[in-house]
């Protein structure tokens, strides 16, 4: 019998990130050396036929149809959160209130007043809490964060970043429902601000730190949509695409750009990053790899090294199988279930808290609110 102590896991979802999640929690445990073995406990959503098939795929003990059933039980540790943006504060703030872990996808809220009453939630009762801003367990992004942090770039000068994605660039798709709450401002607070560039953000504090003032712009190219739950035909109310600048506490200069009319891209999201001495560039479609150009290279062999980021060395690498050998999308999520499990285990919780996430939540407003007012606006 194993010794390990268990963790008894609830989710709330059973769409996109309901599987991945599930997936992480499944394998984690038979890759990782962590403290807690996870154990799906109960799985939640309205659906009862829907959540049961879901159990039965992903071997959830129990289900349930109501989340705040699920937050009250006694036999849940932690509740892992991949529900749509407008459930995350009510969520947390009950499973919080009944001691629970929390693991909540991300972005952390809607709006910055959500997201303090969330952080002051789990603070207050002193739970355990993750955001699930998992590209940066993305070997490569680590990698990338380590090569910051140990100086090689040097100072640093600028940091460029895009997510491109295609798939609502037609007028007939609808907006409401499974997935596609995200085209709806109710459901999800913002567009691609708080969906992709959340992402972007969030792996820009951690690599290069604060930023402290942003000038944006933003579209909603498609005005009205037919929504899903009304059959009406109903105003747009999220932003569609957005672009702007940004300046870091550090002194370097930001460009960003979100948008789901980049036609020809489904997920390229990139960051390239410029110091004194050198540069490194990340995309998501080629997640294995780093691209690093060190200008202290001798001149006859100096060029961007392409490195794939396979050997034991390298973040999170020796886990998995032998150097040369890749992983992909969701080994992420495995690696964020391990660090979290590991953290708990020390009785900390595992970076992005709640309180970091917070921050990522704050440019998001003030990309939104200097777009709205045409206006630089410092993020408080
Ligand atoms: N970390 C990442 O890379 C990443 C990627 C995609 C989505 N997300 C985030 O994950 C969250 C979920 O997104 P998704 O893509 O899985 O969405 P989805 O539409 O695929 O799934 C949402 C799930 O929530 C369930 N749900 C809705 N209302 C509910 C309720 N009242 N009670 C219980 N269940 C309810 C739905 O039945 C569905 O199973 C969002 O916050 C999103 O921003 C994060």
Redesign the pocket.
């Known amino acids: 019998m194993s010794a390990k102590k268990t963790l008894n896991i609830g989710m ?9 999640h599930s997936n992480a929690w499944r394998k984690v445990s038979n890759f990782f050396d962590v403290r807690y073995r996870p154990v799906l406990k109960a799985a ?4 009862e036929a ?2 049961k098939a ?1 159990a039965d795929i992903w071997g959830y003990e129990s289900v349930e ?3 705040r059933k699920l937050v009250e039980r006694r036999d849940i540790d932690a509740v892992d ?5 407008d ?2 504060m009510d969520i947390a703030v009950a499973a919080a209130r009944s001691g629970k872990m929390l693991l ?4 952390l809220a809607r709006s910055t007043a959500e997201g303090v009453a969330m952080c002051e939630a789990v603070e207050k009762a002193g739970v355990l809490n993750t955001v ?4 940066r367990r993305v070997p490569a992004v680590t990698l990338a964060k380590n090569l910051v942090a140990e100086g090689r770039l040097g100072r640093i000068f600028h940091y460029r970043a895009n997510f491109l994605q295609d798939w609502t660039s037609s007028p007939d798709l609808p907006q409401g ?6 085209l709806d401002v109710r459901a ?1 607070g913002s567009g691609v601000t ?2 992709l560039l ?2 972007c953000i969030d792996t820009a504090l951690w690599i290069n730190g604060p930023i402290s003032c942003v000038a944006a712009m933003t579209e909603t190219f498609v005005k009205e949509r037919k929504h899903n739950l009304t059959g009406r035909i109903e105003p747009v109310g999220i932003d569609d695409a957005c672009a702007f600048l940004a300046r870091f506490a550090n002194g370097s200069l930001a460009i960003f750009e979100p948008t789901r009319y980049a036609r020809g891209h489904k997920a390229l999201y990139t960051f390239e990053i410029n110091g004194e001495r050198a540069s490194i560039f990340w995309d998501l479609h080629d997640l294995h790899r780093l691209r690093y150009f060190d200008h202290r290279d001798e001149s006859v062999v100096r060029g961007w090294r392409n490195i794939h980021v396979s050997d034991g060395d390298q973040p999170y690498m020796s886990r998995w199988w032998v150097p040369g050998l890749q992983i992909g999308y969701e080994h ?2 495995v690696h964020q279930a391990a660090d979290f499990l590991e953290a708990a285990a020390r009785g900390e919780s595992a970076a992005p808290t709640f309180r970091d996430a917070l921050e990522t939540t704050k440019v998001c407003d003030a990309v939104l609110a200097s777009a709205a007012s045409r206006a630089w606006v410092d993020v408080r």
């Not at 959160?81 to 943006?85: A, W």
């Not at 909540?104 to 972005?107: I, S, T």
């Not at 699930?132 to 590209?135: C, E, M």
């Open positions: 709330i979802g059973y769409g996109f990130m309901g599987r991945a939640c959503a309205r659906d829907k959540v879901f149809t109501d989340w959160v991949c529900v749509p943006n459930l995350h909540c996808e991300k972005p699930w801003y998992r590209y429902g499974t997935g596609l709450w995200r999800a708080g969906d959340a992402h992420s999520f």
